[in-house]
């Protein structure tokens, strides 16, 4: 169901047509690389948290994980992800299938830098058997109106430096 809600949200981007459903689980980074075929880091991971009461959404490259002190620099508080009944009641999407598409107005959704070094990511579409390939700037334009900036927030993709 989620993904026809999906869908219908993204016909007025012009990119509904490039949806891709599977018959097999794509609700981890690992099954939907494996589902997609393309390396783990290119799967645009949605991650939903809890900013006091409003729900946010923080999406990151695949092999990218969440630095609690830049998220908490950058929020203010620490990252306390939603439960997945949580996620269902307000991002509208069960996890597994969580994406930045078709949300409730109240949710605001941020874009990590780790995805800027792919040419294209797959996030999610609405269910656990589905993705999308998008440029990082289609991404932006598909967050629609709940996309408020992007973000560096996370660790672990970065190659390491003699800095």
């Not at 891709?20 to 390396?39: C, M, N, W």
């Not at 999308?132 to 927030?153: A, K, P, Y």
């Amino acid at each position: 169901m989620s993904v026809e809600k999906v869908r219908a949200y993204l016909e007025h981007f012009g990119v509904s047509d490039r949806i891709r459903e599977f018959d097999v689980s794509s609700a981890t980074v690992e099954l939907a690389a494996v589902a997609v075929g393309v390396e783990p880091a290119r799967i645009a991971k949605t991650l939903s948290f809890k900013l006091g009461e409003d729900p946010i959404l923080v999406v990151a490259a695949g092999d990218a994980k969440i630095d609690n002190s830049k998220y908490k620099h950058l929020f203010g508080m620490k990252a306390k992800m939603l439960t997945p009944e949580e996620a269902v009641e307000r991002i509208g999407h069960a996890v597994g299938g969580v994406c930045p598409f078709a949300l409730p107005e109240d949710v605001k959704t941020y874009l990590d830098l780790s995805l800027r070094r792919f040419d294209t990511v797959f996030p999610a579409v609405g269910s656990a058997a589905s993705a999308i390939e998008l440029t990082c700037d289609q991404l932006e334009r598909c967050c629609g109106t709940n996309f408020v900036s992007w973000v560096d927030v996370c660790k672990g993709w970065q190659e390491e430096t003699d800095g």
